[in-house]
């Protein structure tokens, strides 16, 4: 999050006064200013003993950061996606539509073969990417804060919870419609189950960098 350059300067000139976070917290907070100025001020400098305030480093966008948080947000989709799909190909084989003709099964076979495919080259890159850029963050934990990093991580809280919504209203459809066969209730659980875990997995890492910026 950007800090306002105001807050920024009055929270250093307090800091060098002797005055404590506690209360430079408290009186920014009566005077106005949203929490997330306060928090974004008072975590840019670090909490060490020193006659004079200190900067914590603040991180910067670079090409390199923005092409690996892209990749591995877009084999993140691409492999949520698949593996969606592939579920609903197993239900449509388990619960087949008494509607659908002998091209179905043929559309079945090549939606597996498809989302197997994307599985098996987009899911080992989100694995090996995360796991490099999570060893970078641990030797470096200001890269937390990257701004694509955050943009990104908010992003997939956006569409997880747009689905999540979705996925809720479609079963209460049904369920006040009458219609609430099995096929659609594994799907629903199906799709609920891969957005809710997407929304829980990068709602806790925004919480646990949180944590770790104010300690």
Do not use: C
Not at 102 to 112: F, K, L, M, N, S
Not at 123 to 151: C, I, N, Q, T, Y
Not at 155 to 165: D, M, N, Q, R
Request: glycine fraction near 6%.
């Amino acid at each position: 999050m950007a800090v306002n350059e105001e807050v920024r300067s009055f929270v250093r000139d307090s800091l060098a006064r002797g005055s404590s976070r506690a209360e430079l917290k408290d009186v920014l907070g009566r005077a106005g200013w949203a929490s997330s100025d306060v928090h974004s001020a008072l975590t840019s400098f670090a909490d060490v003993q020193f006659p004079i305030p200190v900067p914590r480093p603040q991180p910067n966008l670079s090409a390199r950061e923005a092409f690996l948080y892209l990749l591995i947000f877009t084999t993140l989709y691409v492999s949520a996606f698949s593996l969606g799909r592939l579920i609903f190909q197993f239900i449509n084989q388990a619960f087949p539509d008494p509607v659908d003709g002998a091209a179905a099964a043929t559309y079945i076979r090549e939606a597996i073969r498809w989302s197997v495919s994307y599985l098996v080259v987009a899911f080992p890159v989100f694995l090996v990417m995360s796991h490099r850029v999570g060893r970078e963050v641990a030797a470096d934990p200001s890269k937390r804060s990257s701004k694509v990093r955050r943009w990104l991580t908010y992003l997939t809280l956006f569409v997880a919870a747009t689905v999540l919504i979705g996925d809720v209203a479609s079963l209460v459809y049904s369920l006040l419609g009458g219609d609430l066969s099995a096929r659609f209730l594994l799907k629903t659980l199906t799709v609920g189950t891969i957005a809710g875990t997407a929304f829980w997995y990068y709602l806790s890492d925004l919480k646990a960098g949180e944590r770790k910026a104010d300690s």
